[in-house]
Every structure is written in C-alpha cells, then in structure tokens.
C-alpha cells in the first residue's frame, strides 16, 4: 500500500491526525509504504513512479478531498480515459486528514481510527463512475480533469475558492471549526455575489439563463455537511444536475439551511436534472469547482466515464 501524506492538511493539522492512523495502518498493514511530496507536481510523480514500478494494490490519498483529486488524476489517461497502464487493478484509497472530507461521505463508524475516515481495504474495491471534465481554458487552450465527487459554477466554486484560500477570521475558523469557517464563508459570498448568466445542456434538455449556481454530481455530499436529496449514486451511469435559480440573498441563506438538513428537491427557485454529458457555457470566464478544486474556465464538457477505476469502499 501506498500513502502519499499530505502533512499541510486541514490547516495544518494533517500530519497531527495522521499519526495515530499510521500506527493503527502498520499493525494492521505488513506493505505499508507512506511518502510525503514537496507538493503537487512531486505527488503526481511519486503515484506514476509506483505504477510504472509494478502497483501495489492499493495507492491511498492521505488529506483532503484535493488530496484524492490529485492522485485521482495521477492515476488516470487521457488517452484511453481508464487507469493508466500497470494501474488498471489498482484501487484509490483514502484518509480523510481534511476539513470536509465529502469523498467518504457518507461515514461508517468501524471505518474511523482515531475519528478519522479510513478507505484502504483492497479486498472491499469496487469500480465506480468519474467524471471526466474537458476544459476549455481562460487562454483558449484546453485541459483534461477527471472527478469523483461533483463539479460546480456559481456559488459554490466561488466559496470553495475563498475557502481554499481564507485569511483572517475564516483562516483562524478553519483550524478551529470547520462548518463555522463554511458558514461564515458562504455568507461572505452570498453578499458580494452576483448571478451567473449560463446555458447548460444535458442529453436532452438545455436550461438558459441566469443562475445563483449548477452542481453536477456524483455524490450527494458537498461543502462539508451541505447534501442534496437527489437520487445519484457512484454507479448509476448518471449525473444529478442540480441547478440553483437566481435568487436574492435571503433565498439563498434559505436554501442553505436546506441544504444542511438535506433538502433540495421542490424548493422554490431549484430545478433538478439528469444527463450522462454535461455541457456548461457560462457568458464570461468563471471559476469551475472540480471536487473543491478551482480551474477559472471558458467552457466545460462533463462526461460520466462508467465503473472507470477500482475505489476502496467506505
């Protein structure tokens, strides 16, 4: 098994929680083999060093939701939009040392040590959809991304934008209280947001006009403790499309609030679809959300890839 760590998450308290974890692992664990990369560039090459190697069986994402991300994408060819050769029984495991932690959502109790979320069992493996995101760029070029959570414009990727980047009072919540940083983010945005003119196309409906937010997904967790009341699964083939209408700001605190209590469906000002491909077409360069990681795009075409990678069951 290899672990790529990294220390730095979940404002710095990764490599505190991961401890206790990595002693519970190598009791249990004889192959154990834990690397910790300079950064993201490192990450990625250590995961294909080990593919090219002879993988072992399962290559674990210890961090947040951008950690799996990462070696998700580290894992993947565009060329073939499957595991990359010598990785094809490989499975992605993780350890949620994150904030939000939305990748192993929802949580079994027997899968924490220590009160941290564990993925690494090859033997409970299974193949799962991915979304395959191609972008088109703020400089025209186009780029290849691949999720396993969910993707969004609006709202949401402009919070997990500020998130990602917080200062001040939210960068002290952050290490402190994670859903009161969530909180006080999105109220932030909501104030100095403003809607999103955007089409978006599905198999065989289109949607016009301007939106508060669109979340494609394949999970129904995001944002920490926010869900959707969707009918999505991790193998259904599908995309849930989530759209938030443009609202007003109390409308929105509204839905958050929903939100948190996993309500969604039927509420004023929300339209749910589904698709198999996703076109989104927003007026002007915006920030895409890809499992919280933020790409600032012209356009973007998502595609379900299915049962394309082995992911170690929660």
Request: glycine fraction near 8%; include cysteine.
């Amino acid at each position: 098994m290899l672990v790529v760590l990294n220390p730095h998450a979940n404002a710095g308290a990764g490599l505190s929680r991961w401890e206790p974890v990595e002693s519970a692992l190598r009791h249990r664990y004889s192959d154990v083999n834990v690397e910790m990369p300079a950064d993201a560039d490192q990450a990625v090459k250590l995961v294909r060093t080990a593919v090219d190697a002879g993988a072992p069986p399962v290559i674990a994402a210890a961090g947040g939701d951008g950690m799996v991300h990462l070696v998700l994408n580290a894992l993947m060819d565009p060329a073939t939009d499957r595991p990359r050769a010598g990785a094809e029984n490989v499975a992605l495991g993780a350890v949620g040392l994150g904030s939000s932690n939305d990748f192993h959502k929802p949580v079994a109790e027997e899968s924490r040590i220590n009160g941290v979320p564990v993925r690494v069992d090859a033997a409970s493996a299974e193949p799962v959809d991915i979304g395959k995101a191609t972008l088109t760029l703020s400089d025209g070029s186009t780029a290849v991304r691949y999720f396993l959570l969910n993707a969004s414009v609006g709202l949401v990727a402009a919070g997990n934008h500020s998130f990602n980047h917080a200062t001040g009072l939210v960068g002290w919540l952050k290490g402190r209280n994670v859903e009161a940083a969530i909180i006080a983010t999105a109220l932030r945005n909501i104030v100095t947001h403003r809607p999103l003119d955007i089409r978006v196309s599905g198999d065989n409906w289109t949607y016009a006009a301007p939106v508060t937010n669109v979340g494609v997904l394949k999970s129904v967790h995001f944002a920490g403790g926010m869900r959707y009341d969707t009918p999505v699964t991790r193998t259904d083939g599908m995309f849930d499309v989530n759209i938030w209408e443009r609202a007003g700001r109390w409308q929105t605190v509204g839905l958050i609030a929903a939100l948190y209590r996993g309500q969604f469906t039927g509420r004023p000002r929300t339209v749910c679809e589904r698709a198999s491909a996703v076109e989104l077409r927003p007026a002007e360069v915006t920030p895409l959300e890809l499992d919280g990681e933020i790409t600032m795009v012209k356009s973007a075409r998502l595609e379900v890839l299915p049962r394309a990678l082995k992911v170690c069951a929660a």
